[in-house]
T-cell receptor, first 113, second 112 residues
Framework: GNSVTQMEGPVTLSEEAFLTINCTYTATGYPSLFWYVQYPGEGLQLLLKATKADDKGSNKGFEATYRKETTSFHLEKGSVQVSDSAVYFCALTPSSGTYKYIFGTGTRLKVLA | GAGVSQSPSNKVTEKGKDVELRCDPISGHTALYWYRQRLGQGLEFLIYFQGNSAPDKSGLPSDRFSAERTGESVSTLTIQRTQQEDSAVYLC??????????FGPGTRLTVL
């Protein structure tokens, strides 16, 4: 079946540190991949997405590349800020019936000034 | 509206009571989804609406859970005879067809 596995948190970094949050997936066919972010007290927001192999999604300094050979979609940012503190969710939609998101368990990021 | 809204934001109820959770999707979004987020866990898909019909109810955990949507707009998730394991954040999302889903802030349900 389809599943998403992401690294457990919490991840605590100092401001301006490099961030990587690992995400791997299991899916049949060619899923679309997403990163959502949930800031404290707010709903999930789409951060970035990639719909085919080797695509790179990017937004707000965050990047993730769709790697089919390693079934991964790791989230990276070169220099984190305190305002990036949030919970990050990796998700996929299967290649067919694309409405059903499969989410990872979320990774909490805390950035210290 | 500008975004997906949900009400109430918090609900505390006693075991055995019924609760209704409301979702107002983004205007014009034909698809609507309910998810459940238990503490420390990922989001679980509950049900999907296309218009007013629900082609996929596979995620509803038991027959105590039901949902309806009217006027291709508002949706209500009803939980009957609540149990403590129903305590979670219930999230609603909407989208245009099968495009990106936009999430509401959620309703935190606590069953005592």
């Amino acid at each position: 079946g389809n599943s998403v596995t992401q690294m457990e948190g919490p991840v605590t970094l100092s401001e301006e540190a490099f961030l990587t949050i690992n995400c791997t997936y299991t899916a049949t066919g060619y899923p679309s991949l997403f990163w959502y972010v949930q800031y404290p007290g707010e709903g999930l927001q789409l951060l970035l997405k990639a719909t085919k192999a080797d695509d790179k999604g990017s937004n707000k300094g965050f990047e993730a590349t769709y790697r089919k050979e390693t079934t991964s979609f790791h989230l990276e940012k070169g220099s984190v800020q305190v305002s990036d503190s949030a919970v990050y969710f990796c998700a996929l939609t299967p290649s067919s019936g694309t409405y059903k998101y499969i989410f990872g368990t979320g990774t909490r990021l805390k950035v210290l000034a | 509206g500008a975004g997906v809204s949900q009400s109430p934001s918090n609900k505390v109820t006693e075991k055995g009571k019924d609760v209704e959770l409301r979702c107002d999707p983004i205007s014009g979004h034909t698809a609507l989804y309910w998810y459940r987020q238990r503490l420390g866990q990922g989001l679980e898909f509950l049900i999907y609406f296309q218009g007013n019909s629900a082609p996929d109810k596979s995620g509803l955990p038991s027959d105590r859970f039901s949902a309806e949507r009217t006027g291709e707009s508002v949706s209500t998730l009803t939980i009957q005879r609540t149990q403590q394991e129903d305590s979670a954040v219930y999230l609603c999302a909407s989208s245009l067809a099968s495009d990106t889903q936009y999430f509401g802030p959620g309703t935190r349900l606590t069953v005592l």
